[in-house]
């Protein structure tokens, strides 16, 4: 009876021991962001937030550097951009939840979302953007985002799935 007590002690160290040996996965510094999906593929056209979507995301990042404080929040330091990849412009900016240090370890994994409201479609027969056009009832449009960590380092950029704009 003893030699299985005996056996069943060190059977629990090896295996504590061998839990506290674990790695923490090896991840890069800079955040690495993977798309993972939109809530829908079509939207109405709308500069006023008359419609929205819901872009799906995963990131992480080696240092645990994601989000800016929300007291140190300014209109210079925004951390996640969305651009429209139709005309290469900044389409909206957005800041990432704050995640706090937290000791030797700091790497993070996570999934995130935002919220992306109508936009406008665009002609190539020159009609107004955000008007009607019978000729070209839809339009579509493919959005790239990128984060960057505290430290500057900037994400890979991922775009979504083609998204269809009702123009009418």
């Not at 030699?3 to 506290?20: A, Y």
């Not at 651009?83 to 240090?101: A, E, I, K």
């Not at 107004?128 to 959005?143: K, L, Q, R, S």
Request: hydrophobic share 35%.
């Amino acid at each position: 009876m003893k030699c299985i007590s005996l056996l069943f002690l060190i059977s629990i160290f090896i295996f504590t021991c061998s839990l506290s040996c674990i790695q923490p996965p090896d991840l890069p510094d800079e955040p690495v962001i993977t798309f993972t999906g939109v809530s829908k593929n079509t939207i109405d056209q709308g500069s006023l937030n008359q419609d929205s979507l819901v872009v799906f995301f995963n990131f992480t990042d080696g240092d645990g550097d994601i989000g800016v404080e929300p007291s140190m929040r300014r209109v210079d330091n925004f951390d996640l951009f969305v651009f429209d990849t139709r005309t290469g412009n900044l389409q909206d900016r957005f800041f990432m939840p704050h995640v706090p240090p937290k000791g030797a370890g700091n790497g993070i994994t996570g999934s995130a979302r935002v919220v992306l409201f109508g936009t406008c479609c665009i002609y190539e027969d020159g009609t107004a953007d955000c008007e009607a056009n019978e000729d070209e009832p839809t339009d579509t449009i493919v959005y790239e985002i990128f984060i960057i960590d505290r430290a500057g380092n900037e994400s890979n950029r991922i775009q979504t799935t083609p998204i269809t704009i009702n123009c009418n």
